[in-house]
């Protein structure tokens, strides 16, 4: 386990966590058509009281989405992506103790978000949108960057690699260093390896077993993989019926070193993370 990677402090805005334990990302899509809740909470008091659900269940963080970005999904126009995410972001920082992360690729939503109290930027593209380097370094929230082959609409059209791990490894390498450059904290970045982003089934489950060796610059990881097509696949579950296999992955992700993990059902993973850190507090 990569101990070393996740007891560090990681500065979100105005708060901090302390990655010295796993921390649950509860999932707030406000969208119409994201794959496993699309439609639900995209009204401003739904949101609200989902997102205070997951608080109650041990979330601390809520991550806000106003894009789609399963399989096949077209992008949004950045004035509608702004209305969905900005007001719920406002509404979240007035009403709640919690990192407010924003789930997006768009500069103009990193700056509003930004200035509507989020902490946090969650970028599945990296910050490879034209502009997004310089608006996330404005901003100086802390920022998470995803792996992904291609773009949403066609990452899962036969993806390949010659050597998944190395290319993997070297284009989270080059975002790190491109980030840096852009006057990004090192201390600020999080690192996503990328689960179900242009990977078929076998490159997920070998991904995800050489977890620890996806670490450039040592920087501490984000895990998402709560209800996607891996579990589903493995198992030949629809999307309501992949919890136990979820929480499976959430367990081995902590004893893999992951400092957060991002799911839509907090109470149990939550469970699953802390019983699995019991455990290994036991061990050492």
Known sequence: MANAVRARWLPCGSQRLDLSNTHIMGILNVTPDSFSDGGRFNQLDAALYRSEQMLAEGATLIDVGGESTRPGAEPVSVAEELDRVVPVVEALQARFEVVVSM??????????????????????????????????????????????????????????????????????????????????????????????????????????????????????????????????????????????????????????????VRTHDVAATLDAVRMTEAVIAARS
């Open 103 to 260: 789930d997006t690729s768009s500069p103009e939503v990193m700056l509003a978000g930004a200035q509507a109290g989020a902490g946090l930027i969650n970028d599945v593209r990296a910050l490879r949108r034209p502009g997004a380097l310089a608006a996330a370094a404005e901003t100086d929230l802390a920022v998470c960057l995803m792996h992904m082959q291609g773009e949403p609409g066609n990452m899962q059209v036969n993806p390949h690699y010659d050597d998944l791990l190395a290319e993997v490894n070297a284009f989270l390498t080059e975002r790190v260093t491109a980030a840096l450059a852009a006057g990004i904290s090192e201390d600020a970045l999080l690192i996503d390896p990328g689960f179900g982003f242009g990977k078929t089934l076998e490159q997920n489950l070998e991904l995800f077993a050489r977890m620890p060796e996806v670490a450039p610059l040592q920087r501490p990881l984000l895990v998402g993989v709560s209800r996607k097509s891996m579990i589903g696949n493995t198992l030949q579950r629809p999307v309501e019926q992949r919890l136990a296999g979820g929480l499976a992955l959430a367990s081995l992700a902590v004893t893999l070193g992951a400092g957060i």
